[in-house]
């Protein structure tokens, strides 16, 4: 399969998203759209955050295949 370069880059960026949790804390994450019903939660792992560049590539990668994706820092990451 070849991805379109230009598409890479156009769904890697994403949308910045805001969330407050219980504590008031307001966690980051990057909401890549593909304008479909399906949803990949991307969570990274310890002392790792949303923008390593496993989750960034895997992200990209699944919108370009028409998947959404969000990949978010935990509390006390990123």
Excluded: Y
């Amino acid at each position: 399969m070849t991805l379109d370069l230009n598409l890479w880059a156009s769904v890697a960026c994403g949308q910045r998203v805001l969330i407050s949790n219980k504590l008031g804390e307001k966690l980051v994450g990057l909401l890549h759209e593909a304008c479909s019903k399906e949803l990949v939660i991307l969570c990274h792992g310890f002392r790792a955050t949303k923008d390593d560049s496993i989750l960034v590539d895997l992200a990209a990668a699944l919108a370009s295949v028409g998947v959404n994706a969000f990949r978010f820092d935990f509390a006390g990451n990123g």
